[in-house]
């Protein structure tokens, strides 16, 4: 006899799609999807969503032994299809009330046409392709391709995709910044640095040198607005939203050029930070991050801006050639982009594109390309909106006729 | 595979120890099975001392196994012996008799085709495992082992011997080659 509670499905094969599920698991989230929450997780996810609590049945379907056993010269693909479908049966044979498919991620994708489901959340394969509704949830999948990702991030991003989205303590955040930066004495004084654990005797060195905030015991998403995070003992981390500092390097030509590295990072960051809260339909957050950026020491945003915009124009021109050639389109312009290392144009292009529900032709026809010509004309505005509010020269170029 | 139920029966070593007979042949000495099977372990040291998994065609009535497992338990810290046995029937009376083995897992089907549907089994031969023969067992079941030996992956999902479903099928493509 179907059970009358509501049974939803979460696919959670790997990392990502785990931490990204457990970071929406909440209040608001179990009110607005009440009843019993299943996994289906990877064998290395297990242990984690039992800890969690959060789901009343955990099914592993254990890839990496399924594609050993597919590949293998003597037990074969016979065999290890056997092994998927006998796992995934049960759960193939009910009808659910949702599905969750929140990173995108392929491995889960390609299970997602064997269910049934009243209503999918994210990224589904259909007859002609595969599609992505909800646009931050593409951006989460695409931000991966583009080496973006990261967890906090992601976690605002799939909050908005859910109607779940609470941008306090980002408002918060950049208050805090904004008002930081604005005290600072001296260039130095205005990189904040956040810690997470206990610097010991190096706290009073970086104490005396830049602004430091404590954030234990704030919120994770706090990580996302400082320039970079403190860490004691733990090596220099480049990842784009949240790089870290290793707290332990006393040799001071060192730290120089890795603060210099934060910091042009952080410009970055802001700038895909006002984009962000745009795309959240929050302009005044967006308004706020554009006045931080505004706020950065004259010389690393004149070096950062000059920067951006030669790789502006290299992308302009990469976007104008796509534009002349006939469909059907490679998003070659995209694909370059990305492959640009992580940044406000990859970022821009990227939002863009996420809010073409086809996964695999975001750029499809005319309209496309246009569309993503105009947000490279908004990125331009941005960037000449900074130099004049710094007083800064903006250097000749053609960006403004070319876009 | 839809073979004449076995004849298979229990007798009195002189040793007192019981033997499984199968088919009019017994699987181990008649003398002294412990004897025999202490001989035959020892015979097979280089290959135990290489590695901690063994593959044994043929339970018996597992003082092969015994002896097997005595070596490996000295040679590593820990050991894993899988049995492919061809008769069900001796695997359940084995194990009526004489109870679950330590380290050892008995794997048994009419059909030497259904052992690849077995997980444990599939899990334990990614492990690279020796393989040691019973010879009485397989003697008695030639035509079962050397199916089960001569098996090979299938070149296409045409050679399957059951067709997936459509959807399963892209759906399985599609897993085995996403990141």
């Given at each position: 006899m179907q059970s009358e509670t509501p049974r939803h499905l979460h696919l959670m094969l790997n990392a990502q799609a785990m931490e990204l599920s457990?970071?929406?698991?909440?209040?608001?989230?179990?009110?607005?999807?009440?009843?019993?929450?299943?996994?289906?997780?990877?064998?290395?996810?297990?242990?984690?969503?039992?800890?969690?609590?959060?789901?009343?049945?955990?099914?592993?379907?254990?890839?990496?032994?399924?594609?050993?056993?597919?590949?293998h010269p003597i037990i074969g693909d016979e065999?290890?299809?056997?092994?998927?479908?006998?796992?995934?049966?049960?759960?193939?044979?009910?009808?659910?009330?949702?599905?969750?498919?929140?990173?995108?991620?392929?491995?889960?994708?390609a299970l997602t046409p064997l269910f049934s489901a009243t209503r999918i959340v994210g990224t589904r394969h259909v007859e002609d392709g595969t599609r992505c509704p909800e646009p931050q949830l593409k951006l989460i999948a695409q931000l991966t391709q583009a080496k973006m990702s990261n967890p906090l991030l992601e976690r605002l991003l799939a909050h908005k995709a859910l109607g779940q989205l609470d941008l306090s303590v980002?408002?918060?955040?950049?208050?805090?910044?904004?008002?930081?930066?604005?005290?600072?004495?001296?260039?130095?004084?205005?990189?904040?640095?956040?810690?997470?654990?206990?610097?010991?005797?190096?706290?009073?060195?970086?104490?005396?040198?830049?602004?430091?905030?404590?954030?234990?015991?704030?919120?994770?998403?706090?990580?996302?607005?400082?320039?970079?995070?403190?860490?004691?003992?733990?090596?220099?981390?480049?990842?784009?939203?949240?790089?870290?500092?290793?707290?332990?390097?006393?040799?001071?030509?060192?730290?120089?050029?890795?603060i210099g590295e934060v910091l042009h990072c952080a410009v970055g960051k802001w700038i895909c930070f006002s984009f962000l809260f745009d795309s959240l339909g929050n302009a005044r957050l967006a308004l706020a991050a554009e006045k931080i950026v505004s706020r950065f020491p004259h010389d690393i945003l004149r070096d950062y801006l000059n920067g951006e915009l030669g790789r502006l124009k290299e992308t302009a021109k990469a976007l104008l050639e796509e534009m002349r050639r006939p469909a059907p389109y490679t998003g070659k312009t995209l694909i370059a982009a990305w492959r640009g290392g992580p940044g406000p144009i990859p970022f821009a292009c990227t939002l863009e594109t996420s809010l073409h529900s086809d996964v695999e032709k975001s750029i499809?026809?005319?309209?496309?390309?246009?569309?993503?010509?105009?947000?490279?004309?908004?990125?331009?505005?941005f960037y000449e909106r900074c130099y004049r509010a710094t007083a800064l020269e903006i250097p000749k170029t053609d960006l403004a006729l070319t876009l | 595979?839809?073979?004449?139920?076995?004849?298979?029966?229990?007798?009195?070593?002189?040793?007192?120890?019981?033997?499984?007979?199968?088919?009019?042949?017994?699987?181990?000495?008649?003398?002294?099975?412990?004897?025999?099977?202490?001989?035959?372990?020892?015979?097979?040291?280089?290959?135990?001392n290489r590695v901690p998994y063994a593959l044994v065609l043929g339970l018996g009535f597992g003082y092969h196994l015994a002896e097997l497992s005595k070596i490996m338990r000295l040679k590593h810290k820990t050991f894993h012996i899988a049995v492919i046995?061809?008769?069900?029937?001796?695997?359940?009376?084995?194990?009526?008799?004489?109870?679950?083995?330590?380290?050892?897992e008995v794997?048994?089907?009419?059909?030497?085709?259904?052992?690849?549907?077995?997980?444990?089994?599939?899990?334990?031969?990614?492990?690279?495992?020796?393989?040691?023969?019973?010879?009485?067992?397989?003697?008695?079941?030639?035509?079962?082992?050397?199916?089960?030996?001569?098996?090979?992956?299938?070149?296409?999902?045409?050679?399957?011997?059951?067709?997936?479903?459509?959807?399963?099928?892209?759906?399985?493509?599609?897993?085995?080659?996403?990141?």
């Open positions: 457990l970071s929406v698991f909440g209040t608001a989230f179990c009110k607005k999807y009440p009843g019993e929450h299943i996994a289906l997780v990877g064998k290395n996810q297990e242990e984690s969503a039992r800890v969690s609590g959060f789901f009343q049945e955990i099914h592993v379907l254990d890839s990496y032994f399924i594609r050993q056993c597919a590949t065999s290890a299809f056997h092994f998927f479908q006998k796992t995934l049966e049960p759960l193939v044979a009910q009808r659910w009330n949702s599905l969750f498919n929140l990173s995108g991620h392929t491995t889960n994708t980002a408002e918060q955040w950049i208050t805090r910044m904004a008002d930081l930066r604005q005290r600072a004495t001296d260039p130095l004084k205005a990189v904040v640095l956040g810690y997470t654990d206990d610097l010991g005797t190096q706290k009073g060195l970086y104490d005396h040198l830049f602004t430091l905030v404590d954030l234990r015991g704030e919120e994770a998403e706090s990580s996302l607005y400082v320039d970079a995070v403190l860490r004691s003992g733990i090596a220099n981390h480049d990842e784009y939203f949240t790089p870290t500092i290793n707290a332990r390097e006393t040799d001071y030509g060192d730290l120089e050029t890795r499809s026809n005319e309209q496309d390309l246009k569309a993503l010509k105009n947000r490279l004309k908004q990125l331009n505005q | 595979m839809n073979a004449a139920p076995p004849l298979l029966t229990i007798t009195e070593a002189k040793s007192k120890e019981l033997v499984p007979v199968l088919r009019g042949r017994p699987l181990h000495s008649l003398h002294n099975p412990r004897r025999e099977a202490e001989v035959f372990a020892n015979n097979h040291l280089a290959q135990l046995e061809a008769i069900p029937e001796l695997a359940r009376l084995v194990e009526s008799y004489r109870g679950h083995l330590p380290g050892v794997y048994t089907a009419h059909d030497p085709n259904e052992l690849w549907r077995q997980q444990g089994l599939a899990k334990f031969l990614l492990m690279k495992p020796v393989v040691v023969t019973h010879p009485p067992s397989f003697e008695t079941s030639t035509p079962y082992y050397e199916t089960f030996l001569r098996h090979r992956a299938s070149s296409s999902v045409e050679t399957w011997s059951k067709q997936p479903d459509p959807i399963w099928a892209r759906a399985f493509a599609e897993f085995k080659h996403a990141e």
